[in-house]
């Protein structure tokens, strides 16, 4: 497996301002729920959106320090991010189909988590050349935690009653229910699939300027 390449510190600048600034949306909007009188934290961020999102602003942000500091990033640290980035196709391209203009936050807020952020980072993962190649055999590690999520919200669901999303109430029923399971997990996988040919794929470092000389 070929060693992850170097890059110029402002790109590791941009990346710690970007993760900073995903935190301050994502607590500004934590803040509006707090306004509208539900300050459970385990509401906020029981939203697949917002955990992926905390995510990978601390992915980015460690992986933006570590380029500051001219240090190589580990291959967890890549592997970590290849999963986030893999959810982050995931909440955008499930927001912006099954549950489009939903939700209480601002439409900017929604905008920012449900296509800025992954935009960036599906983007920051195919052109920037400091990740490593992700082995096929390893694909089944973006499933595990979409899966306790899910684990999770059902049972919140038929016990207290609350669930992030409209497909995912109880009273849809358990067809219903196993079906957007099913649909969610491959969902997963495909995103993951495009995400590991991604890391697999060699950058033109004559086209891509980010890359240290």
């Given at each position: 497996?070929?060693?992850?390449?170097?890059?110029?510190?402002?790109?590791?600048?941009?990346?710690?301002v970007?993760?900073?600034?995903?935190?301050?949306v994502?607590?500004?909007a934590?803040?509006?729920?707090?306004?509208?009188?539900?300050?459970?934290p385990?509401?906020?961020f029981?939203y697949?959106?917002?955990?992926?999102?905390?995510?990978?602003?601390?992915?980015?942000?460690?992986?933006?320090?570590?380029?500051?500091?001219?240090?190589?990033?580990?291959?967890?640290?890549?592997?970590?991010?290849g999963?986030?980035?893999?959810?982050?196709v995931?909440?955008?391209?499930?927001y912006?189909?099954?549950?489009?203009?939903?939700g209480?936050?601002?439409?900017?807020?929604?905008?920012m988590?449900?296509?800025?952020?992954?935009?960036?980072?599906?983007?920051?993962?195919?052109?920037?050349?400091?990740?490593r190649?992700?082995?096929?055999?390893?694909?089944?590690?973006?499933?595990?935690?979409?899966l306790?999520?899910?684990?999770?919200?059902?049972i919140?669901g038929?016990t207290?009653g609350?669930?992030?999303?409209?497909?995912?109430?109880?009273?849809?029923?358990?067809r219903?229910l196993?079906?957007?399971?099913?649909g969610?997990?491959?969902?997963?996988?495909?995103?993951?699939?495009?995400?590991?040919?991604?890391?697999?794929r060699?950058?033109?470092?004559?086209?891509?300027?980010?890359?240290?000389?």
């Amino acid at each position: 497996m070929s060693s992850a390449a170097s890059i110029h510190p402002g790109v590791g600048a941009v990346r710690v301002v970007v993760g900073v600034l995903a935190i301050v949306v994502l607590g500004y909007a934590y803040g509006l729920s707090i306004t509208d009188g539900d300050a459970n934290p385990f509401n906020y961020f029981g939203y697949f959106t917002n955990q992926t999102s905390l995510l990978m602003s601390v992915l980015l942000m460690t992986a933006g320090g570590l380029s500051l500091a001219r240090r190589h990033a580990p291959v967890a640290l890549s592997t970590l991010r290849g999963v986030a980035t893999a959810y982050l196709v995931v909440v955008a391209a499930i927001y912006n189909t099954l549950v489009p203009g939903t939700g209480a936050a601002p439409p900017w807020v929604s905008m920012m988590l449900h296509v800025v952020l992954p935009v960036i980072a599906l983007l920051d993962w195919a052109l920037v050349n400091d990740r490593r190649p992700l082995a096929w055999q390893r694909l089944w590690i973006v499933l595990p935690y979409p899966l306790v999520w899910l684990a999770v919200v059902l049972i919140r669901g038929a016990t207290d009653g609350w669930v992030p999303y409209g497909f995912l109430m109880p009273e849809n029923g358990v067809r219903s229910l196993v079906l957007h399971a099913v649909g969610l997990s491959c969902t997963v996988l495909m995103a993951g699939a495009l995400v590991w040919a991604m890391s697999r794929r060699p950058i033109d470092q004559l086209k891509v300027n980010v890359l240290r000389r």
